[in-house]
């Protein structure tokens, strides 16, 4: 698959007809929402764990040196918690072009943290189908990648530690992320 996405969430996924849709986010969605929405609340999802298993062409690297950013990855009885945003349909086409490399729009269900219920909605998730995925490595190598890339929004560095903070934030404990984090620190020390 190629790691350009927008025509094929467009397609496949037509949202028009919808008065607004739950969107989960669980990387740089929870600590930068530069869309907007008409709510914004704490969520779980089930059976996922996030990875900084995915290449970044055009946020946190460029296409000959690809940074390393979240996606999301099959795992029974694991839990991902993030924030959800309920947004008008149109909203995609912003969305759709910030996350188009690599990630498709999947439907799922997601619990609330703040109060009981779930709702039906959506997630960007990058496979390991997509043109840009990197795979697993340790945290160790993962720090060093990221501490060297950088790329048209950023350092790969500050999408990390931005993302440490938003999880201590909500209270998630994501050992993954904490771990890498842990290495990174050593190395900008
Ligand atoms: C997300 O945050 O939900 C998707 C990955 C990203 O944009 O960092």
Excluded at 60 to 80: K, M, N, S, W
Excluded at 156 to 171: F, M, V
Aim: aromatic share 10%; with cysteine.
């Amino acid at each position: 698959m190629s790691h350009n996405t927008i025509a094929i969430n467009q397609q496949r996924q037509p949202l028009d007809h919808l008065e607004s849709v739950w969107l989960f986010g669980y990387g740089s969605l929870i600590y930068k929402a530069d869309f907007p929405y008409l709510q914004r609340r704490p969520a779980r999802i089930q059976g996922w764990q996030r990875r900084f298993w995915q290449g970044s062409h055009d946020h946190r690297g460029t296409p000959q040196a690809p940074g390393r950013v979240a996606t999301l990855v099959e795992a029974a009885g694991a839990t991902c918690d993030g924030m959800a945003y309920e947004v008008t349909p149109d909203v995609f086409a912003h969305l759709d072009h910030r996350e188009k490399n690599g990630y498709l729009r999947i439907a799922t269900r997601f619990d609330w943290l703040d109060q009981e219920g779930s709702v039906e909605g959506l997630v960007y998730i990058a496979g390991p189908d997509n043109e840009a995925y990197l795979g697993a490595a340790t945290a160790t190598e993962i720090a060093q990648h990221i501490a060297r890339s950088q790329g048209p929004s950023g350092p790969n560095s500050e999408y990390l530690l931005k993302l440490a903070d938003a999880l201590r934030e909500l209270g998630e404990h994501d050992e993954h992320v904490f771990a890498i984090e842990a290495e990174l620190r050593k190395i900008l020390a």
